[in-house]
């Protein structure tokens, strides 16, 4: 692979991995829920779960970076 083609998948990756973060911390997703008070407390998202959503979130960033 030519240096400028990797340089090229580096800047997307880079690109994608700064919206991820942009997004999950604006959106809240990957943090965990506060506890609150009253009935019907949602259980916590478990940490794999958090993991899952955060890749998924990365590769369909880096998927519209890529322009696909």
Do not use: H, W
């Not at 942009?22 to 993991?51: L, R, Y």
């Amino acid at each position: 692979m030519e240096q400028s083609a990797l340089n090229a998948a580096r800047r997307d990756e880079d690109i994608a991995l700064d919206l991820m973060k942009t997004i999950a911390s604006t959106t809240q997703v990957g943090k965990p829920t506060p506890p609150s008070t009253g009935f019907g407390v949602a259980a916590a998202p478990k940490a794999d779960d958090q993991v899952a959503i955060l890749l998924d979130l990365y590769k369909r960033c880096l998927a519209a970076v890529a322009g696909k």
